[in-house]
């Protein structure tokens, strides 16, 4: 018994072993290298090897710790990225439920215009919306200008801070919405119909069915949907980079992505920007963390 | 269990001793000169390309005919993404390029980098150094020693609408102070156009400001910098050109964010009274809407008949220090940089010579080029010649100064001293 049972840990091992191996090709050792590299005096001199390296131990850490822009940043990118995961959530949830009633045409419809949201490139999605809320040639200002809305000519969507962080958060939910709601339809359209039906047999209420019945086996889905947000939101950069002009007027608009690019590639500051590299990912992985164990707890 | 923590452990000391981020050689001894093979260029590729193009093939095939078994490849890049191509090249020297056309205030963070190869003694040499402006061969000096040959300059000068002007029965400024007042009548009068187009991120516009006013953004002590941002006369020179970025001249919500090519755009397309602008400028405005209705004057000074300070931008032509082919490289840059092919390129792009007398020869038959010339002649000036200046340049201090101060989140004498503090911090490491 025991015999067979080390075999089967070998073979699993076996099995893993080239998924391993791509793991930590890819992934292990650029943590490992990003790690090392934030612990040193590490800019463009050092990596050219016209200066010594110095070795900082924690130092760049406690440069960055000790900035009070990074604090407000952080709590910028927090905020920001809560928003931006919850209004993903709650659009592509509401479509999927509105899709799982549709017909077929308006069904296929809703889809081919989500999947389009989603395969634009960030990029192209991000120049496309900066036309659309253009000054003076965006077709938004034009709109509303023709119906009335004479304030709105020549307004511009990205000088106020919120109003440009108003804008890059609807750009986000509106390239991310489309695989929340594509999880989501698959996971309705798995509850079977019987247990929707004996429901409503024992009585239930259309809002207890939904909280009680469809919600609860739904919840691993959400689960999943929501860690990708979280990770994916919290990181954003193209959309901040490009639609706010690089952090907006004064860096109002700056993201931790954003403001780690800015010291580490612009800055060449390679050390302190490993260092925001490492907080990030030290960062996510807490949340995520945080969340999953949650999760278990309402279960 | 034990076994895990050994591993750990062992994990842990490798972490420690074990590696140190990775750094190029910078060993060359033991090299030797080539003298035949191909010889590999990096220029910066241009709006109008086919014109500068046409110029560099005729050098590259000058120079192959004098060279035997040499073959010069000659790659565009784009300017805005040279700084990851540099220190690429910087990091693995093998890739490297023999020659590259780089922007003056990239040369001190180059330097630091032992980018390029020490000229000083080959351009002391050369009979044709002695003409150049000594100003502009500054702007390729650090700490005493000359990394490139100036291959051309550029200056920044007023450029107004004559018409809106003829229209408004207005005189050009004379002042600074003359150039705020005038804009704001413009915009008064024609609330479509700014009164002057100038932005938040455009840096080479505010400089002359501080400039003008007397004060300067950084000053040399010693061994290092030290912000002066933060003094009465840059402070002065600051919010007067924050002023420019208000209502009733250049709106906030518009201007806060331009750059100098989007001022320029804006005057080009008509939507600008006045702006500042390079030489460099002269064919994108005279593809706009303005052609033809337009003059050019120096930005003026403070006092009547003064000149603002200019910054001294320009691009240089340098020699890869880890180049194996020294020699070769630097006849090449001796020829693409001489007179004659400077000259080649004015007529080609209208670049401004760095050679006294091809200023002067060019200049004789180019009205257009006189206001420039009399502004370089004033006397120019530069950003503090540091790698900090990376930086700060980087992470954008003086923008952000401009932008807290024109949208009102901060006044002049709290943004210019958290100004100074960062650039200080820049300094210091």
Redesign the interface.
């Known amino acids: 018994m025991a015999f067979a049972h080390r075999r089967d840990g070998r073979a699993a091992l076996l099995y893993l072993l080239p998924a391993a191996v791509v793991l930590l090709a890819l992934l292990a050792y650029p943590i490992?290298?990003l790690?090392?590299?934030s612990l040193?005096?590490?800019g463009?001199?050092?990596?050219?090897?016209?200066?010594p390296?110095v070795?900082l131990g924690v130092d760049n850490y406690v440069t960055l710790l000790s900035d009070p822009r990074f604090w407000d940043v952080l709590l910028t990118t927090v905020v920001f990225a809560a928003v931006c995961v919850v209004g993903t959530l709650l659009v592509g949830t509401a479509l999927a439920v509105l899709a799982n009633r549709a017909r077929t045409v308006p069904r296929t419809l809703l889809f081919l215009a989500a999947l389009g949201a989603w395969a634009t490139p960030t990029m192209a999605g991000s120049y496309v919306w900066l036309f659309l809320f253009d000054?003076d040639f965006g077709l938004v200002n034009e709109a509303l200008g023709s119906l009335g809305f004479d304030g709105m000519r020549?307004?511009?969507w990205?000088?106020e801070r919120f109003s440009a962080f108003g804008l890059v958060a609807a750009e986000i939910i509106w390239c991310s919405f489309p695989f929340v709601l594509v999880t989501m339809y698959a996971g309705i359209k798995a509850i079977p119909g019987e247990v929707i039906e004996a429901a409503a047999l024992d009585g239930a209420s259309a809002r207890r069915t939904a909280t009680a019945v469809i919600l609860p086996i739904l919840r691993p889905l959400l689960m999943i949907a929501t860690i990708q947000s979280i990770i994916w939101d919290f990181k954003v950069f193209t959309q901040i980079y490009v639609m706010t002009?690089?952090?907006g007027?004064?860096?109002q608009n700056l993201v931790l992505n954003v403001f780690a690019y800015?010291?580490a590639?612009?800055?060449?500051?390679?050390g302190l920007g490993a260092a925001i590299g490492v907080v990030m990912t030290v960062l996510l992985l807490l949340i995520t963390g945080l969340y999953v164990r949650a999760q278990r707890g309402v279960r | 269990m034990k076994f895990r923590r050994t591993l750990a452990v062992a994990a842990l000391g490798a972490l420690a001793i074990g590696c140190a981020p990775p750094q190029a050689s910078n060993d060359t001894s033991g090299q030797s000169e080539e003298t035949t093979g191909e010889l590999r260029v990096w220029l910066f590729q241009e709006a109008s390309n086919a014109a500068k193009e046409a110029v560099v093939d005729e050098a590259k095939a000058e120079f192959e005919k004098a060279h035997d078994g040499v073959t010069v490849n000659v790659e565009y890049l784009p300017v805005d993404g040279r700084a990851s191509r540099f220190n690429g090249a910087f990091n693995d020297k093998a890739s490297a390029p023999d020659v590259a056309e780089f922007g003056n205030t990239d040369l001190a963070g180059y330097t630091a980098s032992n980018g390029f190869a020490d000229l000083t003694a080959d351009l002391g040499s050369w009979p044709d150094s002695k003409d150049l402006v000594p100003e502009v061969l500054d702007t390729a000096t650090v700490d005493g020693k000359t990394y490139g040959i100036p291959w051309y300059t550029g200056t920044r000068a007023l450029y107004y609408r004559t018409d809106v002007f003829t229209e408004l029965g207005l005189k050009p400024p004379a002042t600074l102070d003359e150039l705020t007042a005038t804009a704001r009548q413009i915009r008064a009068a024609k609330p479509d156009l700014y009164g002057i187009a100038v932005g938040g991120k455009y840096q080479f516009a505010l400089l002359p400001y501080i400039w003008a006013n007397g004060g300067d953004v950084a000053e040399q002590d010693g061994e290092t910098w030290k912000a002066t941002i933060d003094s009465a006369a840059a402070r002065a020179g600051l919010s007067q050109y924050a002023e420019l970025i208000s209502e009733d001249i250049c709106p906030p919500a518009a201007c806060a964010q331009l750059t100098g090519s989007q001022s320029v755009a804006a005057f080009a397309g008509g939507k600008a009274a006045m702006t500042i602008g390079g030489d460099f400028n002269r064919a994108a405005v005279d593809a706009g809407a303005v052609k033809g209705k337009y003059a050019v004057i120096p930005l003026p000074g403070k006092t009547e008949g003064s000149i603002a300070p200019a910054f001294a931008g320009g691009n240089l032509l340098g020699v890869f220090a880890s180049s194996k082919k020294r020699t070769l490289a630097l006849d090449f840059v001796q020829l693409l940089g001489g007179k004659t092919y400077q000259e080649k390129m004015f007529g080609a792009m209208g670049n401004m010579p760095t050679f006294t007398d091809v200023q002067d020869r060019v200049a004789a038959d180019d009205p257009f080029l006189q206001p420039f010339i009399e502004t370089v002649q004033s006397g120019t000036r530069f950003v503090p010649s540091t790698p900090a200046w990376t930086k700060i340049d980087a992470a954008g201090v003086l923008p952000t100064t401009v932008q807290q101060v024109a949208t009102g989140q901060l006044d002049v004498a709290a943004a210019t001293s958290a100004a100074a503090a960062e650039m200080n911090e820049a300094f210091g490491s």
Do not use: C, M, R, W
């Open positions: 490992y290298q790690v090392v590299i040193y005096d590490y463009q001199p050092q990596a050219s090897g016209a200066a390296l070795f000054q020549g307004h511009s990205t000088f002009n690089g952090g007027v004064a860096g800015q010291k590639f612009a800055g060449e500051q390679y």
